[in-house]
């Protein structure tokens, strides 16, 4: 069984679109996060939600808007991409502590 | 900004012990050290985190300097799989709020050679 799953794997869009990525656990985890890996291979936080409430937001444009509908899940809403959003994104969960469990990520790609 | 470094690259013969350093000369007192690992195009992989005594699990050894300013993963018989990126994060060990983040530095790349 997969713990942490995202859709969709891929993802190419032309700029000015918008897009989401969704993210669910089956972990029973109460904290869940997105994490943002780009060209260079940098990963860096972007939001956690600790049951359903945003715990940290890392200075992310509003652009980005996550939404945790409940425990298990966390999307990531993206309005007016643009190209330097091109990235790959993961989703992760933990239950209070550092030790996470990743998602498989979802490549973006914005044209 | 990570707080720790270490080496770019390394090299280790499949079969053998890889053991990947890292520096953290800053830590403080109640900071653990966590270990992940990212194999190409996957998400990061937990593998070990400690305190200050060594810790094993199935997966590796984490050995952590007296002093705590630096620590070695080792995998003790390296497979060809085990090629990935490395990384080791320092962070503080009380749980919850902000410092639930992990702050990824550039990681060591492991490559297994046949």
């Known amino acids: 069984d997969t713990a942490v799953s995202q859709t969709p794997k891929y993802l190419v869009t032309q700029m000015g679109n918008d897009k989401s990525i969704k993210c669910e656990q089956n972990?029973?985890?109460?904290?869940m996060y997105w994490y943002k890996q780009d060209s260079k291979k940098f990963l860096k936080i972007m939001f956690s939600?600790?049951?359903?409430?945003?715990?940290i937001n890392e200075t992310v444009p509003n652009r980005f808007s996550p939404k945790s509908p409940d425990k298990a899940h966390l999307n990531l809403h993206i309005n007016s991409l643009e190209l330097g959003d091109s990235a790959v994104y993961f989703c992760?969960?933990?239950?209070?502590?550092?030790?996470?469990?990743f998602g498989p990520g979802t490549r973006l790609t914005v044209l | 900004d990570a707080k720790t470094t270490q080496p770019t690259s390394m090299d280790c013969a499949e079969g053998r012990a890889a053991n990947l350093p890292c520096n953290h000369s800053?830590?403080?007192?109640?900071?653990?050290v966590y270990w992940y690992r990212q194999i190409h195009s996957q998400g990061p992989q937990y593998i070990i985190h400690?305190?200050?005594n060594n810790e094993t699990n199935e997966m590796a050894s984490l050995i952590i300097t007296e002093d705590r300013k630096s620590s070695t993963l080792i995998l003790p018989h390296a497979t060809l799989r085990d090629t990935a990126v490395y990384y080791c994060?320092?962070?503080?060990?009380?749980?919850?709020?902000?410092?639930?983040?992990?702050?990824f530095g550039t990681g060591t790349l492991l490559a297994v050679q046949p």
């Open positions: 992760a969960s933990s239950q209070g502590g550092a030790t996470k469990f």
């Open positions: 939600y600790n049951n359903k409430e945003l715990i």
């Open positions: 994060i320092v962070r503080a060990g009380n749980y919850g709020g902000a410092t639930n983040k992990l702050i």
């Open positions: 972990l029973g985890h109460d904290t």
């Open positions: 400690g305190l200050k």
């Open positions: 800053t830590i403080s007192g109640n900071e653990y």
